[in-house]
C-alpha cells in the first residue's frame, strides 16, 4: 500500500506566517501539503516528533502539539512527544533510536519551539530539511526531521533558559492551536481517521504487504 505523498519537482520555498493571521490555519496546511508532497517518496510511514518539555513554558510548544494530535489516530502516523511523554534533550536520541527500529524508514516531521528577533515573535516556519534542537541553549543535539516546522516563542541571544522560562503561555497556546489544526486538516484530507484497534490492523497489514 503507498501512502498519498509523491514527490514533485517544484523549487522548495519555506513558510512563514503570523499565529494572528486570520487565514493562519489554511495557509498553514496548505504549505504543509507541498513541503511534504516535495520531499516525501512513498511507500514510507509518517513520524510526527514534538520536541520540548512542559518543565519551560516556552518549550512546551511542541509537547501542546503532540498532545493535541494524539488525540486522534490515522493510519501510517505515529506522533512521539506529548505533554505526558514529551521528547526532549535527555531522550531525543533514545526517541530516534526507538522510531529506527519500530518505524523504520518514516518520513519525519520535526516540531520544537526557537527564540528569535523581536519582530518575528509569533512567527511559525516551516522548511525542508532537518531541524537541530537545542542550539537557541547551546545543546549539541542530532539532527532531526525531512522537514520542520518551528515557532518563534520568545527573543532570543541572551539568558536562553530564563527567556523561554518566563514566556508568556498564551502565545505558546495560540501556536499551538494553528499547528495541529493546520496538520490536522492536512492529516485528514491525507487519511481517514479511524479507531486504535482498526490503525494497528492496518498497520500489520501495510507491514505484511511490504
Do not use: W
Not at 509523491?6 to 513558510?15: I, L, T, V, W, Y
Amino acid at each position: 500500500m503507498r501512502l498519498p505523498f509523491s514527490k514533485g519537482n517544484q523549487a522548495e520555498e519555506p513558510f512563514r506566517i503570523h499565529m494572528d493571521n486570520p487565514n493562519a490555519v489554511e495557509n498553514f496546511q496548505l504549505s504543509l501539503h507541498r513541503l511534504i508532497t516535495r520531499n516525501s517518496i512513498p511507500p514510507r510511514k509518517l513520524v510526527i516528533i514534538c520536541i520540548g518539555t512542559d518543565r519551560s513554558t516556552g518549550d512546551s510548544l511542541g509537547p501542546l502539539v503532540g498532545t493535541h494530535l494524539s488525540t486522534m489516530t490515522y493510519p501510517f502516523v505515529k506522533v512521539y512527544g506529548t505533554l505526558d511523554h514529551p521528547v526532549h534533550a535527555v531522550n531525543l536520541e533514545e526517541t530516534l533510536e526507538e522510531i529506527r527500529q519500530e518505524e523504520g524508514n518514516p518520513f519525519i516531521i520535526a516540531i520544537d519551539a526557537c527564540l528569535g528577533r523581536t519582530e518575528s515573535i509569533g512567527y511559525i516556519s516551516l522548511k525542508p530539511g532537518p531541524l537541530q534542537p537545542g542550539t537557541g541553549v547551546n545543546k549539541n543535539l542530532p539532527e532531526v526531521g525531512d522537514v520542520h516546522i518551528v515557532g518563534i516563542v520568545n527573543v532570543g541571544g541572551f539568558m536562553e533558559y530564563l527567556v523561554l522560562q518566563n514566556t508568556r503561555l498564551s502565545i505558546v497556546m495560540k501556536m499551538a492551536e494553528v499547528i495541529s489544526q493546520g496538520i490536522s486538516r492536512e492529516l485528514s484530507c491525507s487519511f481517514q481517521p479511524i479507531s486504535s484497534a482498526h490503525a494497528s490492523a492496518a498497520l500489520e497489514a501495510y507491514q505484511v504487504e511490504d
